[in-house]
């Protein structure tokens, strides 16, 4: 059974810094594409930043320099490292995983989804 966790949430001031990480099991971690996706209160879903199994990333126009995503697969975890924070950030944070191992921005592209953490930037 693959389970997908996020932890590392929670409400930060503008211009600080948060770390998520997203914990997997069940997979075989190091040839799934990961993505981060937010989904912001009486917004869609959307996609935040991504890396293939090979390590290559792809972020959103509007995090670009601002938020890091990494994955470490000794540890099966993915991470999202944020700095910046702007109060547009405040969202719910998904991680998902893609047996294609490609990274990809299309949430219907990804076969597994983690429960989500919430992230609140406050001014």
């Known amino acids: 059974q693959v389970q997908l966790v996020e932890s590392g949430g929670g409400l930060v001031q503008a211009g600080g810094s948060l770390r998520l990480s997203c914990a997997a099991s069940?997979?075989?971690?190091?040839?799934?594409?990961m993505g981060w996706f937010r989904r912001a209160p009486g917004k869609e879903r959307v996609f935040v930043a991504g890396?293939?199994?090979?390590?290559?990333?792809y972020y959103a126009d509007s995090v670009k320099g601002r938020f890091t995503i990494s994955r470490d697969n000794a540890k099966n975890t993915v991470y999202l490292q944020m700095n910046s924070l702007k109060l547009e950030d405040t969202a719910a944070y998904f991680c998902?995983?893609?047996?294609?191992?490609?990274?990809?921005?299309?949430?219907?592209?990804?076969?597994?989804w983690g429960q989500g953490t919430q992230v609140t930037v406050s001014s």
């Open positions: 890396i293939n199994w090979r390590d290559s990333t």
């Open positions: 998902a995983a893609d047996a294609s191992g490609a990274t990809r921005t299309a949430a219907m592209s990804y076969h597994y």
């Open positions: 069940g997979l075989t971690f190091s040839g799934y594409g």
